[in-house]
């Protein structure tokens, strides 16, 4: 890919406005290309939020209905190089590509230069020998272990497929896992609308799903459990979320041999409570996403670059979208397109000041700080182990550790271990 191009990336979570500030970024020099890991599926349009037809009239999309519904096992390695292709094509016509989308994971694949996706090609399965992971570990890279916590089971086991893919040792691979988040090029723009309080969003999505299920929504869960109703599908569309929830309702239309919209209560009381476990999911699939825009991005070694060109727009209500989100939206898109065009955007001395967007929030130097800190708390390479001898406990990692001492346990242990030191200085 040409790191030379300019690329635009709207992020941040379910129902924050992304695709409206993509559809409304003022000027006509862009197309968008969605990131999206459910709008790669053709039919599968209301529940993913894809953009309409009318939508796509306004703007060209890309990166929307690539895959039948019956297709398994599309991964991040062929959407990357896919996308890759994608923003060559789109910028040899002079235009600039905006990558929106909430599947951060693809996007990561974009805005860092990751090198090759060694560990999709591994062999799934691991030889234990009949031992633990975590004890399995230990034997063969005694300083890996040092590194992770005992129940990170997730981390255990891909560092035990590493070893018996790569026959290579884990904790060499730690060290090379800064490097997975470097920069593929600074030039860019990240546009990050957010919902000021995490409540209203909750509220967002609630009103948005019960729209989704009202304006057809229902019907296509029903058409697309039926059409996979004998396929294995046990990756694709059904177990995403936005469809697997709807399991039980599927069941039951069919059992009673329904032709919607002719239901019955029941089905209502199903669909209801579908509904609300959607709700519930997709609330804790924005803490996620926030997570992710706090380890990756705030918490990158190079926040200073990412600093200039990352822009967090808040709002208050769909009322204030406006005049909070899309409008300085604006004012920065074309102040960057004129800092590209005059080649200043790359730069990594390249500093945005407050004087060309009056109004418009940078992060402050405390939020960075602020973040950054807990990063490196919680960073794997900082990983070791401490034992806190007054209260007899191991502790794995920096952040623990200051948990611990912050602790009200401990301190109560300090107390008594200081009152029992001052009796036996009397005794003595
Ligand atoms: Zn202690």
Redesign the pocket.
């Known amino acids: 890919m040409n790191n030379n191009g300019f690329i635009v990336y709207i992020i941040g979570t379910k129902a924050a406005g992304k695709k409206n500030l993509s559809l409304n970024l003022g000027l006509n020099n862009y197309e968008i290309i969605s990131c999206d890991s459910m709008q790669v599926y053709k039919d599968a349009d209301i529940m993913t939020a894809k953009a309409t037809a009318i939508e796509q009239t306004i703007k060209k999309h890309h990166g929307i209905d690539l895959l039948d519904l019956e297709y398994e096992g599309f991964n991040r390695k062929q959407w990357r190089d896919m996308t890759i292709n994608k923003i060559e094509e789109i910028q040899s016509k002079g235009q600039i590509p905006v990558l929106v989308g909430g599947t951060h994971y693809y996007i990561e694949s974009i805005l860092f230069n990751q090198g090759e996706e060694t560990q999709l090609l591994y062999e799934d399965k691991i030889q234990l020998n009949g031992k633990e992971p975590f004890e399995y570990l230990k034997e063969i890279d005694p300083l890996a272990v040092e590194k992770f916590h005992p129940k990170d089971s997730r981390r255990i086991l891909n560092s035990i497929k590493y070893f018996q893919n790569t026959g290579l040792l884990p904790s060499q691979q730690i060290d090379h896992h800064q490097d997975q988040f470097k920069l593929r090029s600074y030039n860019f723009l990240i546009l990050w609308p957010k919902w000021k309080k995490h409540e209203d969003l909750k509220i967002k999505v609630a009103e948005r799903i019960n729209e989704m299920l009202d304006q057809g929504g229902t019907e296509e869960i029903l058409r697309i459990f039926k059409r996979l109703e004998n396929k294995q599908n046990k990756m694709g569309v059904l177990h995403s979320i936005g469809y697997q929830q709807f399991q039980k309702v599927y069941q039951y239309y069919k059992e009673q041999g329904f032709q919607y919209p002719n239901v019955d209560l029941k089905f209502k009381e199903l669909l209801k409570e579908g509904a609300e476990n959607l709700i519930n999911d997709t609330v804790l699939y924005t803490k996620k996403q926030i997570q992710w825009i706090k380890n990756r991005i705030l918490g990158n070694s190079k926040i200073d670059i990412i600093a200039n060109r990352l822009f967090l727009l808040e709002f208050e209500s769909a009322q204030t979208l406006n005049e909070q989100v899309i409008l300085p939206a604006q004012k920065i898109y074309n102040l960057f397109c004129q800092l590209f065009q005059v080649d200043k955007l790359g730069d990594d001395q390249f500093q945005i000041s407050q004087q060309n967007l009056e109004n418009i929030k940078l992060l402050t130097p405390e939020m960075i700080t602020k973040y950054n800190q807990t990063q490196q708390l919680k960073s794997r390479t900082n990983w070791k182990k401490q034992e806190?001898?007054?209260?007899n406990?191991l502790m794995n990692g920096p952040f623990e550790i200051e948990q611990?001492?912050k602790?009200r346990?401990?301190n109560i242990?300090?107390l008594k271990d200081e009152q029992l030191q001052k009796k036996k200085q009397k005794i003595d």
């Not at 806190?388 to 209260?391: F, G, L, S």
Request: proline share 0%; with cysteine; net charge neutral.
């Open positions: 806190c001898e007054i209260c406990k611990h001492f602790s346990t401990h242990n300090v």
